[in-house]
């Protein structure tokens, strides 16, 4: 039987609470997507409980996993909460005016670089948004991270998601002067294999592979990298120090090529371009926030430095 609850909580609150639960895998993680303590947390679940009278739950010291009743509970809690944020969206008056909080999960360097424009001109023009811009340079698991969204660069492997296609990033090689002034016959692309390498390992790890940009033709070789690292930054500044040549996206090293700290290795010979996605869950509705940022991106990405529309026609869905 159900228990009577003096000064029951917001009903919509705890089933977005328990939503995050259980999609988030923790209290812990709950708590921190929706930024409340645990305890806080723990009490809303609780409530849920004591409303319905069933388990939703079952924990034990190292595991949490939702009971049958849990599952049907976080079934019906998904739906209703979807049609309470089209509803409320609707009657507000704020369907096409973006509020809340959008999570958006970018590459590092990309993030750091190249996105904080855009985003300064996203916030400028809804005032009403505020951003979490978190950056690492893997693939998220949308629903249990809490993310939105994520700008992904390279291939998409998840079927699971829609993938926007927004630009592609050119690659060239680069080296040091310095270092070419110690391998003074690189003059074919034959010759590049006598060069010490570093790899970026998230595109390159033991073989490089170019194209002629005017006669098409494709040239492969294998290296062994003195260097390898996941993080473009340090692919820059390893290639600065001269420990070896390196092939990455063209934008990072436009400065240094200006400059003449690092030059570009026979310019007619390039890596394929990198696509650049913008990834998000397949949803029925897509709150404001979200939608404009899509057609945000959709805007600037093919213009910022380094970047340019894409050649190829790629995964493409429309929110």
């Known amino acids: 039987m159900k228990k009577n609850i003096s000064q029951p909580a917001d009903r919509i609150t705890i089933l977005?609470?328990?939503?995050?639960?259980?999609?988030?895998?923790?209290?812990?993680?709950?708590?921190?997507?929706?930024?409340?303590?645990?305890?806080?947390?723990?009490?809303?679940?609780?409530?849920?409980?004591?409303?319905?009278?069933?388990?939703?739950?079952?924990?034990?010291?190292?595991?949490?996993k939702l009971t049958d009743d849990g599952e049907r509970c976080y079934q019906h809690a998904r739906r209703l909460i979807e049609h309470w944020q089209i509803m409320e969206d609707?009657?507000?008056?704020?369907?096409?005016?973006?509020?809340?909080?959008?999570?958006?999960?970018a590459p590092h360097a990309f993030g750091q670089d190249q996105l904080i424009?855009?985003?300064?001109?996203?916030?400028?023009?809804?005032?009403q948004i505020s951003i979490e811009w978190i950056l690492n340079d893997h693939s998220p698991d949308f629903i249990p991270a809490g993310v939105d969204c994520a700008i992904h660069v390279g291939p998409v492997t998840d079927p699971n998601v829609v993938a926007v296609l927004l630009a592609e990033v050119p690659r060239i090689i680069v080296a040091a002067p310095s270092l070419l002034a110690d391998n003074p016959l690189i003059k074919e692309v034959a010759h590049l294999a006598r060069l010490p390498w570093i790899a970026l390992s998230t595109f390159y790890r033991n073989e490089i592979t170019l194209h002629h940009r005017v006669r098409g033709e494709l040239f492969r070789f294998d290296i062994s990298p003195?260097?390898?690292?996941?993080?473009?930054?340090?692919?820059?500044?390893?290639?600065?120090?001269?420990?070896g040549a390196a092939m990455a996206s063209s934008w990072m090293f436009?400065?240094?090529?200006?400059?003449?700290?690092l030059q570009h290795v026979l310019a007619d010979w390039q890596a394929a371009p990198l696509p650049i996605y913008l990834l998000y869950?397949?949803?029925?509705?897509?709150?404001?926030?979200?939608?404009?940022?899509?057609?945000?991106?959709?805007?600037?990405?093919p213009g910022l430095t380094g970047t340019r529309p894409p050649m190829t026609k790629g995964k493409d869905a429309q929110a």
């Open 16 to 64: 977005q609470t328990f939503v995050r639960i259980a999609e988030s895998g923790s209290l812990s993680a709950a708590a921190a997507q929706l930024g409340t303590s645990q305890p806080t947390i723990s009490r809303r679940l609780q409530t849920l409980e004591q409303l319905l009278g069933v388990k939703l739950i079952q924990r034990t010291t190292h595991t949490m």
């Open 90 to 105: 609707e009657v507000s008056g704020v369907r096409d005016e973006p509020v809340g909080v959008l999570r958006v999960r």
């Open 226 to 243: 003195r260097l390898s690292t996941d993080s473009l930054y340090a692919v820059r500044k390893a290639a600065l120090n001269g420990l």
């Open 281 to 301: 869950p397949y949803a029925s509705y897509y709150p404001a926030r979200l939608r404009k940022f899509i057609d945000l991106m959709k805007e600037v990405m």
């Open 254 to 261: 436009k400065a240094d090529l200006e400059e003449g700290a």
């Open 117 to 127: 424009g855009p985003l300064g001109d996203y916030l400028q023009r809804y005032p």
